[in-house]
């Protein structure tokens, strides 16, 4: 707002037997005037004059009038400034097992008052009910919205948002919902004929009926960093010598960056190859 929202009052009136009463502005309510732009926590004068208003500035604002003989006088006075919603999601990515019950949330700022609502995948409005817990906690021109999806399931994953929207204007924010993976152990029949649980990959691939081909857990013929980049690496710093461990670092730095993105992407897409290779031979080294 570029003009200045002025608060007037009337003079004090009164008998001044010993001086004009003092009219004093004070912010009790909300926040002291100090967080509001003032060097003070209170303001005197009989004109209080807000300027560049925004919503920070909304509140309910205490005119107090005194002079050297008691009681004090005070007029409150609300101020309430008209902005469109403003929606906040601080969690935009969500994930949670499924069976469980997961609750999405999101902040609403607006004055006049919103209607508020979810909506899944863009499509149908959610309502209160037993699949979906929907709470919405106002306090002043904030509002607060929760949705708990009970029970989750696949059929709930998905995109959702939340909807805010006065006579100002319209604003949303969405929360992708996804679901988290949680390992299982595996039933497996003991040599006494026990039903035990085992948390071994091996014996998960077994189960399966897949067979396992053993293979070393670091191979330089399945590994990028081995295949393709020490090659390079090595020609570079051939017959260079190092003082340091830093000099070292340096230097490999000084062989990589300048790559272009192909020479990564070329390491990468070898692996397909790689693998099939060490698959046709049965787990066998690739090259030698």
């Keep these: 707002m570029r003009n200045a ?7 004090p009136e009164g008998r001044r037997p010993l001086g004009r009463p ?3 502005w004070v912010d009790n309510i909300k926040m002291d005037l100090r967080k509001k732009g003032w060097d003070e926590d209170t303001f005197s004068g009989d004109t209080l004059t807000l300027l560049k208003l925004d919503r920070k500035q909304m509140g309910a604002y205490l005119c107090i009038a005194s002079n050297d003989v008691p009681p004090a006088v005070s007029k409150r006075i609300t101020l309430n400034v008209n902005f469109a919603p403003v929606v906040k999601v601080l969690n935009q990515l969500l994930g949670a097992p499924l069976g469980t019950n997961v609750s999405l949330e999101c902040h609403v700022e ?26 919405e906690n106002r306090t002043s021109y904030k ?13 709930d994953l998905g995109v959702y948002m939340c909807v805010s929207t006065n006579s100002l204007g319209h604003a949303d924010g969405t929360v992708r919902l996804y679901e988290i993976k949680v390992a299982t152990q595996i039933p497996v029949e003991s040599t006494e004929n026990q039903v035990a649980t085992v948390s071994d990959p091996r014996a998960r691939l077994q189960s399966f009926g897949w067979e396992i ?3 070393a857990t670091h191979s330089p013929d399945l590994a990028p960093s081995d295949y393709h980049m020490f090659g390079p690496l090595k020609k570079f710093r051939s017959g260079q010598r190092f003082i340091s461990d ?14 272009p993105a192909e020479f990564y992407n070329s390491g990468i897409s070898k692996l397909v190859v790689r693998w099939d290779k060490c698959l046709n031979r049965g787990s066998d080294y690739v090259e030698k």
């Excluded at 929202?5 to 003079?11: E, F, N, Q, S």
């Excluded at 340096?250 to 062989?255: I, K």
């Design 246 to 259: 830093d000099d070292a670092k340096t230097a490999v730095r000084r062989c990589f960056r300048p790559q």
């Design 5 to 11: 929202c002025r608060i007037l009052v009337g003079k």
């Design 22 to 24: 003092r009219p004093n």
């Design 110 to 135: 607006a004055f006049p008052n919103t209607i508020n609502y979810w909506v899944k995948n863009r499509g149908e409005m959610l309502l209160d009910g037993a699949k979906h817990s929907i709470v």
């Design 143 to 155: 509002v607060h919205l929760k949705l708990t999806v009970n029970q989750l399931s696949r059929r």
């Design 213 to 215: 081909m053993e293979h």
